[in-house]
């Protein structure tokens, strides 16, 4: 990083001595729009590199939409990649431009993936920092590439002033509190997309990724003005530098840990980790986790007043389960207290909702799931007023017609909602949660048999879905599919030999030296160990809580699921999924009676865990 904070300075300086020079086309252009901050330039005087030249473009983008789904969008500007084959100016991109595109060179790709197992962590870290420059709408980089462009048509810049300029600018942390940021915010991005940040700082200071990412970018051979070295050398600013992004690499496993309590259904202990969490880096991710872990543990504790008590809830993004109270040990007796506790923790959720959309306005699961909040703590009009503006800008979002019908319905406006609910069922015919909905008003509406055709539509869509079990078990809903055959318990699952409820000591010595972080929830004490055979694992104390199989883990589970399995594969050896929590990380498959999760992405395992 500091060869680039390094450089950053001479970039900066460079801008400065022209415009000292007084030269008048310099002064003229600086007064003019520059091309370069739109993206018609770059694709008007650079050849873009496609995906059937090189296969890392394909891998770009998927990680760059990962990255961004972690740090969010900025008002106005959302985002976008566009990758080049040259170097210009024998600069390697990556560039950041006001108009919201990022720039990257083919060189970055060659650089990220010298080591193809450490590829894509690397990169996600190179493309997180350039997105941390947009959303801070820090340009530096695309007014040194202009200074730079210009100087190469110049060649009366003083040394006597350069060296003077970099005198005054030895003294300055402007450039390197910007660049450091940006680091900082990198590797955070990167980590909460679910990349390894110890693929930047590993290795020490003169293997690092981080550091001879720093050399490749060293443009000072470009200038063609040397003077006398004043700067700390790159090696002594990596130092400090890795330092620091090692302590925030460590703090990432907090987020790390908060993800693997809400994967595995410890909600209490997910909301822990992301409030701690919260407090080292408050961000768009970060509130909306804490909101859905609470959120969740609100509806551990609802129960929905119907006059019909067959009944389930209306389908919501995030929605009550009446199947995972026993699961987790809810009790049902103390309705006071459970009242109580439900006020609490939706009370929570929707300040954490809220400031997650503060955040990011176009955060739109955000959105729905504070619309749902409102909803099961009855406040239908908060429900409505949270979506409206949403959709007149989503006019044909499926999820958001859904929860506006129901947030119209509990207002009591009928007729509205069954209009928006039609409307969702026509913008995704393949959405099961607004036929179910509809069916449910129809039936509170002694509207039985239109009830009956709605809810055929949804069983249809997915019968294996609990909601679509419940009505095929108790409205004799035919369903087309053979009924789910009958899953017995499995034995107790392992991870090569290790099981829940085993001690520290009792990991095998050849899993070698683990990567260790501990963290303080209150009274308790919780440690994650990483190891390089892909497992992870979570202490209690000295006890195995949970035990997590990361995407370089090649086993299998007792049931023969692995790493890139399909769903298929999950249910024919386990069944249907006890619950199915969704999240921006994808969906994840709990099932609580055999203490294992998958968790998913477009249909496949990227990991799983037991617990």
Same mark, same amino acid.
């Given at each position: 990083?500091?060869?680039?904070?390094?450089?950053?300075?001479?970039?900066? &300086?460079?801008? &400065?001595?022209?415009?000292?020079?007084?030269?008048?086309?310099?002064?003229?252009?600086?007064?003019?729009? $520059?091309?370069?901050?739109?993206?018609?330039?770059?694709?008007? !005087?650079?050849?873009?590199?496609?995906?059937?030249?090189?296969? #890392?473009?394909?891998? /770009? +983008?998927?990680?760059?939409?990962? %990255?961004?789904?972690?740090?969010?969008?900025?008002?106005? %500007?959302?985002?976008?990649?566009?990758?080049?084959?040259? !170097?210009?100016? !024998?600069?390697?991109?990556?560039?950041?431009?006001?108009?919201?595109w990022i720039i990257i060179s083919k060189k970055v790709l060659e650089m990220s993936y010298r080591e193809p197992e450490q590829g894509d962590d690397r990169l996600a870290f190179v493309l997180a920092h350039e997105i941390a420059h947009l959303l801070d709408d820090d340009f530096w980089h695309i007014n040194f590439f202009s200074a730079l462009a210009l100087l190469k048509t110049q060649d009366t810049v003083k040394p006597k002033v350069l060296n003077e300029l970099k005198g005054i600018f030895d003294q300055t942390a402007k450039i390197q509190a910007k660049e450091l940021r940006a680091d900082e915010r990198g590797i955070l991005y990167a980590a909460m997309a679910g990349f390894n940040p110890n693929a930047i700082v590993k290795n020490g200071e003169v293997d690092s990724f981080f550091h001879q990412w720093q050399k490749m970018l060293n443009l000072s051979q470009l200038t063609r003005h040397d003077g006398n070295e004043t700067h700390p050398s790159s090696l002594q600013r990596s130092a400090a530098v890795l330092a620091r992004l090692q302590k925030v690499a460590d703090e990432a496993g907090l987020f790390k840990l908060g993800l693997i309590f809400y994967q595995s259904g410890n909600f209490e202990l997910?909301?822990?980790?992301?409030?701690?969490?919260?407090?080292?880096?408050?961000? +768009?991710? %970060?509130?909306?986790?804490? /909101?859905?872990? #609470?959120?969740?543990l609100a509806l551990l504790h609802y129960a929905e007043h119907n006059d019909d008590k067959h009944l389930l809830p209306f389908r919501l993004p995030i929605t009550a389960d009446p199947y995972s109270r026993a699961a987790y040990g809810v009790s049902r007796a103390a309705i006071n207290d459970q009242q109580l506790l439900f006020k609490q923790h939706i009370s929570k959720a929707i300040i954490h909702y809220e400031a997650s959309i503060q955040q990011d306005a176009h955060y739109t699961i955000a959105y729905l799931n504070l619309a749902g909040a409102y909803i099961v703590n009855n406040e239908p009009y908060k429900a409505i007023a949270t979506l409206q503006d949403v959709h007149k800008k989503q006019t044909n979002n499926a999820m958001l017609m859904n929860v506006l019908g129901v947030g119209f319905y509990q207002a009591g406006n009928v007729k509205k909602a069954i209009q928006l609910?039609?409307?969702?069922?026509? /913008?995704?015919?393949?959405? $099961?949660?607004?036929?179910?909905?509809?069916?449910?008003?129809?039936?509170?509406?002694?509207?039985?048999?239109?009830?009956?055709?709605?809810?055929?539509?949804? %069983?249809?869509?997915?019968?294996?879905?609990?909601?679509?079990?419940?009505?095929?078990?108790?409205y004799n809903i035919p369903a087309k599919k053979a009924p789910e055959k009958s899953f017995p318990a499995h034995a107790e699952e392992k991870m090569k030999g290790i099981q829940i409820g085993h001690y520290a000591d009792e990991i095998p010595p050849e899993w070698g030296k683990a990567k260790e972080k501990k963290y303080h929830f209150d009274q308790s004490v919780h440690t994650l160990l990483e190891y390089k055979n892909g497992i992870t694992v979570v202490l209690d104390g000295n006890e195995i809580r949970i035990v997590v199989a990361t995407p370089n883990y090649k086993g299998k589970s007792n049931q023969g699921v692995k790493v890139g399995s399909s769903t298929e594969v999950i249910v024919a050896g386990y069944g249907n999924p006890g619950i199915k929590l969704q999240s921006t990380q994808g969906d994840s498959l709990l099932y609580p009676r055999d203490g294992i999760t998958f968790q998913m992405q477009k249909n496949k395992v990227v990991s799983w865990m037991i617990y």
């Open positions: 990083m500091k060869k680039l904070i390094k450089l950053s300075i001479s970039y900066l &300086i460079i801008m &400065i001595t022209m415009l000292l020079s007084l030269e008048t086309d310099l002064l003229y252009a600086a007064t003019m729009p $520059d091309p370069k901050e739109r993206i018609d330039f770059w694709r008007n !005087n650079y050849t873009e590199l496609l995906e059937d030249k090189d296969p #890392h473009v394909i891998k /770009a +983008r998927q990680i760059f939409n990962r %990255v961004l789904k972690a740090a969010g969008n900025r008002y106005g %500007v959302i985002p976008r990649l566009h990758v080049i084959e040259e !170097n210009p100016l !024998n600069v390697v991109l990556p560039v950041s431009i006001p108009d919201g997910a909301s822990r980790a992301f409030g701690e969490f919260l407090r080292y880096f408050p961000s +768009r991710e %970060v509130y909306h986790n804490l /909101a859905a872990s #609470h959120h969740q609910l039609r409307l969702a069922t026509a /913008a995704d015919p393949n959405y $099961d949660a607004p036929y179910y909905n509809l069916g449910k008003i129809a039936y509170l509406d002694s509207r039985k048999h239109e009830a009956i055709e709605y809810w055929s539509k949804f %069983v249809k869509l997915n019968v294996s879905n609990r909601w679509a079990r419940f009505l095929v078990s108790n």
